[in-house]
């Protein structure tokens, strides 16, 4: 993690600051700790693991595929009632579910309404969990969260 | 939380290894194989607060007993077990098998083991045929090691301090058509495909829209970082009208960037709007086959049911889509679209949109499930993938037509 953030190479402050007003769909915006507005999600929408399932053992590169219940998937960026996008949570517990989803090694943005994912992982024990985000990457209201399972990475 | 699922498991496993070992639900104690005095298990040149690697190959050595394989049943052997940050099991039951309780029965003498950075504790066990300690028990002492942090990590490939890449015909805040060509080169550094080891020499990435990932690990591989892994030095892409950042990272034979980092100026580009005079379908990457494109290598798949599968009438039909995105009816975004379930019905013409009836279902909110309901009999089920406009993709993202049997999939199979 402070690896990440010491590597990451230090753009210009200008044109950071630039650049942030064109990415503002593709990256989460710069956030206040104040709270944002969440939509609202269905009372029984469900974000589940087609694979892996809890306990298994998998081999270092395996492709993480993603059920969702009663919700439908739209890319980052695209606002639409009862969609979201999927995160992959690592090895991580989630955040505050009023604050935008983190974009690192750790939680894995499928911006594009992808469904699957294909990750390497090294060997030994992981967590994954799934986290569904708004078109602003931040949890529903209430969160569409699947339970965290554990893996064998072999 | 975690230690409590570990234990879980842990519990788990050992009755499930008990009772499978003996045939019975057992809780009595195993007869204990003696062992001759003087017999001691210990670790190879590794001592109490040693300070080893993440990685380390780890040794045993046995005295005055003999390495047998598990199972074979002989006097005065037995083979080894290590057991890391865990207490001693119970005596006279045979040792738990799991993530603490390491068994070496095809009599190994070495093990190589991966251990997160921090202190752990190792300790050996000996034990006979049925994996039970033998009496009296033959173990090591309990050893504490400190595992170094900073996991042993891959030198990053050289390069040279003057190597640069570069667009080629392409400036911070050109104009492009949605669809383009976008051409690079490199200087000092020459080509080589990924996967293929070589001084001084690696591979494209065009990172699209996004910051540049870390510079010390695997470039990811998605939408926003195109691979150009075969040694490509042009990329066709398809981008919706806007701006959009470019950024060029040489990485090596690994995708891992090289020390100093290969990479060119993030540029800005603006995609034009077409000048079809309907704006509303206005992605003209369909121009050309009046088609929206799709990846080679996309494929829509049903996770469930599969062909000849057996159905209630009442089912959830789950997709599994791959190498593109979902997104609903009437969003333009490249390399997504939305699902189609065909029930009962052949192909539609893949040219036109796909038509909106019973057996045509439109799943126009981007929803990866849907549950269903049909009379018994045979039935035949097909996804396909549209665009914005219902249109299926140029190739066509679409599932083989599957033939599903609705009846209780818990009777008998009906006769075929």
């Known amino acids: ?80 009632p009862n969609t979201g996008h999927h995160h992959l949570l690592i090895d991580v517990d989630p955040g505050p579910p009023d604050q935008p989803i983190p974009a690192d090694y750790n939680h894995i943005h499928l911006g594009n309404g992808q469904t699957e994912v294909v990750v390497t992982l090294p060997k030994g024990t992981h967590t994954l969990q799934l986290l569904l985000g708004d078109h602003t990457h931040a949890p529903h209201k209430p969160p569409v969260i699947s339970q965290k399972i554990t893996i064998y990475v072999r | 939380m975690q230690g409590l699922r570990l234990h879980l498991i842990v519990g788990v496993t050992a009755i499930f290894a008990a009772s499978v070992a003996a045939g019975v639900a057992q809780e009595r104690v195993r007869a204990r194989s003696p062992a001759p005095a003087g017999a001691k298990v210990s670790f190879v040149d590794l001592r109490n607060d040693a300070r080893i690697p993440a990685r380390m190959t780890i040794r045993f050595a046995v005295g005055g007993m003999e390495i047998a394989p598990a199972g074979m049943a002989r006097r005065n052997a037995g083979h080894h077990h290590l057991l890391i940050d865990t207490e001693l099991p119970p005596p006279g039951q045979p040792i738990p098998s799991d993530f603490n309780h390491l068994h070496f029965g095809g009599g190994q003498s070495e093990a190589e083991i991966l251990l997160s ?47 640069q890449v570069f667009f080629i015909g392409l400036e911070d805040g050109a104009t492009i058509p949605p669809r383009s060509v976008i051409r690079f080169g490199q200087r000092n550094i020459a080509i080589a495909p990924a996967g293929t080891k070589q001084e001084h020499a690696g591979h494209h990435h065009l990172l699209i829209d996004t910051e540049l990932p870390p510079l010390d690990r695997e470039i990811p591989s998605d939408f926003n970082h195109l691979h150009l892994g075969r040694g490509q030095t042009e990329a066709e892409v398809a981008l919706p009208p806007g701006e959009h950042t470019l950024q060029l990272l040489f990485a090596d034979h690994e995708h891992v960037p090289h020390d100093p980092p290969v990479m060119s100026q993030r540029i800005r580009v603006r995609v034009q709007e077409t000048s079809v005079a309907n704006p509303a379908s206005a992605s003209d990457a369909r121009a050309a086959t009046g088609r929206t494109p799709a990846p080679n290598d996309a494929a829509v798949y049903f996770i469930y049911p599969r062909q000849g599968e057996v159905i209630y009438p009442t089912s959830t039909i789950r997709f599994g889509l791959r190498n593109m995105g979902v997104a609903p009816a009437g969003i333009v975004r ?16 893949l040219d036109a949109a796909i038509p909106a009836d019973l057996n045509h279902i439109h799943l126009g909110n981007g929803q990866t499930e849907r549950r269903i309901t049909l009379p018994p009999g045979e039935h035949t089920l097909q996804l396909i993938l549209g665009d914005d406009q219902h249109v299926p993709h140029d190739p066509p993202v679409m599932s083989e037509r599957i033939k599903v049997i609705v009846g209780n999939p818990r009777k008998q199979r009906p006769r075929r």
Request: aromatic share 4%.
């Open chain 2, 334 to 349: 490249p390399n997504t679209g939305h699902h189609h379930l065909l029930v009962d019905v052949p192909t539609p013409p």
């Open chain 2, 117 to 163: 950075p921090g202190r752990h504790t190792l300790q050996l066990l000996f034990a006979d045929h049925d994996h039970v300690p033998h009496d009296p028990p033959v173990m090591s002492e309990k050893i504490t090691v400190e595992v170094m942090a900073g996991p042993e990590e891959k030198p990053r490939s050289a390069a040279a301090p003057n190597a």
């Open chain 1, 1 to 80: 993690m402070t690896r990440a953030a010491v590597t990451r190479p230090a753009l210009p402050r200008l044109a950071a600051a630039v650049l942030s007003a064109a990415l503002s769909a593709a990256a989460p915006p710069p956030l206040s700790a104040q709270s944002l507005p969440r939509q609202p999600a269905p009372r029984n929408a469900t974000v589940y693991f087609h694979y892996p399932l809890d306990g298994l053992r998998v081999p270092e590169r395996f492709t993480v595929r993603i059920g969702l219940k009663e919700m439908g998937v739209a890319p980052a960026g695209i606002d639409k």
